[in-house]
Nanobody, 116 residues
């Protein structure tokens, strides 16, 4: 059974940092490119960034380039999103899944709220 469990969200002030983690299971993780997605209130889910099965990040959304860093650990079936210089417009629920096509059900997501 495919499963994604996101963690690490929280409430931070503008300019702050957070590190999101996602534990994946139920499939051969090291074979799949992965992605972080996010959904802000009242908006559709959007792609944040992708990473190859080997760990090369690419396709960062323009709005997060230079501030977010995507990484993965195939030995632990984990992906991470280091977020710095956070802005109010980064407020969203963040999800991980495979890319370009998603598999299984979405996890519960990690709520990220940027507010002073």
């Amino acid at each position: 059974q495919v499963q994604f469990v996101e963690s690490g969200g929280g409430l931070v002030q503008p300019g702050g940092s957070l590190r999101l983690s996602c534990a994946a299971s139920g499939f051969t993780f090291s074979n799949y490119p992965m992605a972080w997605y996010r959904q802000a209130p009242g908006k559709e889910r959007e792609l944040v960034a992708r990473i190859t099965s080997y760990g090369t990040p690419y396709n960062y959304a323009d709005s997060v380039k230079g501030r977010f860093t995507f990484s993965r650990d195939n030995a632990k079936n984990m992906v991470y999103l280091q977020m710095t210089n956070l802005k109010p417009e980064d407020t969203a629920v963040y999800y991980c899944n495979t890319s370009p096509q998603t598999i299984g059900a979405w996890g519960q997501g990690a709520q990220v709220t940027i507010s002073s």
